[in-house]
């Protein structure tokens, strides 16, 4: 293969995707990778096309070859020719001939003289020939326009004239390297574009295997819930940990920003008073999301409660532990006439139990056995004792 069938930036650009399925084993350890491949491929899009732009569509096929053959295979027919016919002229030499005169042509008949030309006419290079008419297209008067070029000195020069000067030169080579340049030129494009296909599906892919998991979950965004399930199912129990990725008001506006909805349960007023009346969906004030305080109406019971949150209507905060307790009651009778009526919530709705008290056992069952067979999921803000 010639070494100038790509440019520097053509050779780069395949050694960036060629490095991308590298990054793809990296995506479990780095949340980063599978951006980056699908960055990285891009990028060696952009150089592929500068590429075949620039340097693939200068490429010509280099004729110097096939005019020499020609140059040679025309002297040849001329030299037969004359060697063919010089028996049939006069053998007279001048001293003003040169040393290819040496075959008269007074002797030749029109046909021959033809022939003679032709072969002239072949032999001589195209430079000759242009140098032969050159200053024979207008005669010549002698003034100062014709000394200096003529009418078309003063004219000036074309501005197509200065584009071509500007042009980079044709790069040549064989017909043969030629197509195969053209050929790799079509094949890395193809492949960059694979590739990207390939980098937004494992990018896709990365990403809803990550939301479902508290540890590796990255950038909320509100997606059907049914989507990241497909992937990694919502766990049932989320058991937050010593060392939280978030405080407790960032966890549920990271929720928010899922397209999910909670009830907050809390003895702390502080901590209940941090959350905002609303949050949003997208960004920092798109597509809000009311947060109703319990205590603050007697109009809102338990049963409006859980209707709202079975429909993603509203976010409810509850700081009274009595509240508390009563709400969960509440809304573990109510999951058991959904689980026998074998009903689900389209988005994931959260149990944020954050009380001093931790749950009993056969709460932590009921609820996990509940909330799996509906779509809820208890996130427990407070590691139990027993945990590590």
């Known amino acids: 293969m010639n070494s100038q069938t790509f440019s520097l930036i053509g050779y780069l650009s395949v050694l960036l995707w060629l490095g991308v399925p590298a990054l793809w084993f990296l995506c479990k350890r780095f949340p980063w990778a599978c951006a980056a491949s699908l960055v990285i491929v891009l990028l060696a899009l952009g150089l592929a096309k500068i590429n075949s732009s620039y340097h693939v569509d200068r490429i010509a096929p280099d004729l110097s070859q096939q005019q020499k053959s020609a140059q040679e295979l025309a002297d040849a027919k001329r030299k037969a020719a004359e060697k063919a016919r010089s028996e049939d002229v006069a053998d007279v030499r001048f001293a003003e001939d040169g040393a290819d005169d040496f ?121 059907p819930s049914a989507w990241l399930a497909a992937v990694t199912p919502v766990p049932p129990v989320v058991q937050r940990p010593r060392q939280p990725r978030r405080t407790v008001s960032d966890e549920l506006a990271w929720l928010v920003k899922r397209g999910d909805c909670f009830v907050y349960l809390t003895d702390d007023a502080s901590s209940a008073q941090a959350i905002p009346a609303s949050l949003p969906r997208l960004g920092k004030t798109s597509r809000p999301v009311e947060v109703l305080r319990v205590q603050e109406s007697r109009l809102i019971d338990d049963t409006f409660v859980f209707e709202a949150l079975w429909y993603g209507r509203a976010c409810f905060v509850v700081d009274s532990a009595d509240r508390a307790t009563a709400l969960m009651r509440h809304l573990i009778d109510s999951l058991n006439k959904r689980k026998a009526a074998r009903a689900q919530v389209r988005q994931t709705v959260h149990i944020v139990w954050d009380l001093a008290r931790p749950l009993s056992a056969q709460e932590q069952q009921d609820i996990e056995r509940l909330a799996k067979a509906t779509g809820f999921s208890l996130f427990i803000t407070r590691p139990s004792p027993s945990s590590p």
């Open 103 to 223: 075959l008269d042509k007074a002797g030749l008949d029109e046909a021959d003289l033809k022939y003679m030309d032709k072969l002239d006419s072949q032999a001589e290079p195209e430079w000759k020939k242009a140098k032969k008419t050159r200053g024979s297209e207008e005669p010549q008067t002698g003034d100062v326009d014709d000394l200096v070029g003529g009418e078309n000195a003063i004219a000036g020069v074309k501005a197509e004239t200065l584009e071509k000067q500007e042009e980079k030169p044709p790069i040549l080579m064989s017909e043969a390297h030629m197509a195969l340049a053209h050929r790799l030129d079509q094949l890395n494009l193809s492949a960059i574009k694979v590739m990207i296909l390939l980098a937004v599906i494992m990018l896709l892919v990365d990403y809803l295997g990550r939301a479902n998991v508290y540890a590796l979950a990255i950038l909320p965004l509100p997606l």
